[in-house]
């Protein structure tokens, strides 16, 4: 949950998360629909599908490997993932390299090459520190001190370079560069892309969704069935087509949501019928909060039943 979400976020999800799967074998064998519910709202949500694949496994093996290339070898688990249980859980001399430790080194090196092409070097003057005696004799609190200070000392904006214990041996800070990295490529304008969702409900109280493919963005993940996401706007003539059923649909609202690499604007048509007969499945109103909708949905929800939907905001994937 940590990897691409703050630490203030992750607390309630992470405490609802391991009360409803307190072992590896409860997660294994939930039901993908209840993981993917459970994980609801935290965004980038590939992770949960890799975090339950990676409990199957493991669950089916007996338990972890003890060894970075067998953690590497575990669904979802990659050089950063790997080297942060090898380290705090297992005491293997490895450097978990997380945006506070590639500020950290970034500094400590004065390393000015631009975030992503700095990537390499950092990496490679990561493992340099932990080379240090020290730090192979005690991996996992030299792990977590870099992960601490760059959290609480050598923070973005004004590294605390007067508190720091390395002040003597930092080269960003004999240069008076320190706030200036890691510096970052521009970014680029993200693409605009347009779709058109329905929301139909009948007279039990139900409203249609579905589930979109388990590969891709929002793999797995509940939606109100709609159109495609292009790059030019729909037509409500376009749209109908698309509909679960021949109604009179009306327009609820619209929806602007930042992904990653784009935004997503959504139109919201809404319609009422005696009974649900479409493709998907039936939801009841009182038990969406169960269903495994992510952000953008959870918008188009709020917004056709006659809440107001949230500022805009990012969804990674």
Request: with cysteine; proline share 8%.
């Amino acid at each position: 949950m940590l990897q691409q979400t703050t630490v203030t976020a992750v607390i309630p999800y992470y405490e609802r998360f391991v009360s409803r799967f307190p072992t590896v074998e409860v997660l294994a064998a939930a039901p993908a629909e209840q993981v993917m519910s459970a994980w609801a709202g935290l965004g980038y949500y590939a992770r949960a599908r890799n975090l339950h694949a990676c409990a199957k496994v493991v669950a089916g093996s007996g338990g972890f490997p003890r060894d970075l290339d067998g953690l590497r070898a575990l669904p979802g688990i990659g050089a950063y993932t790997a080297a942060a249980i090898g380290a705090i859980a297992f005491g293997i001399p490895a450097v978990p390299v997380d945006g506070n430790v590639e500020r950290v080194v970034s500094r400590l090196f004065a390393i000015e090459q631009p975030l992503p092409a700095a990537k390499a070097a950092i990496r490679t003057a990561a493992e340099r520190l932990g080379d240090d005696p020290a730090a192979r004799q005690r991996p996992s609190d030299f792990a977590q001190a870099l992960f601490d200070l760059g959290a609480g000392v050598c923070t973005p904006a004004a590294p605390g370079c007067a508190i720091c214990p390395l002040i003597a041996v930092c080269a960003a800070r004999r240069l008076g560069i320190q706030a200036t990295l890691p510096r970052k490529a521009p970014k680029k304008d993200r693409p605009v892309r347009y779709g058109v969702h329905f929301w139909l409900t009948d007279d039990r109280g139900m409203v249609l969704l579905r589930t979109r493919p388990a590969k891709g963005l929002l793999g797995g993940m509940a939606e109100l069935p709609g159109t495609a996401w292009r790059d030019t706007p729909w037509t409500t003539a376009e749209a109908l087509p698309h509909a679960p059923m021949r109604l009179d649909w009306r327009g609820a609202g619209q929806v602007r949501h930042g992904f990653t690499h784009f935004e997503l604007i959504i139109d919201v048509l809404a319609a009422h019928a005696a009974l649900i007969e479409a493709d998907g499945f039936a939801q009841p109103l009182t038990a969406l909060d169960d269903a495994a909708l992510p952000s953008v949905m959870r918008k188009c929800v709020r917004i056709a039943a006659g809440g107001k939907p949230n500022r805009p905001s990012g969804e990674k994937h």
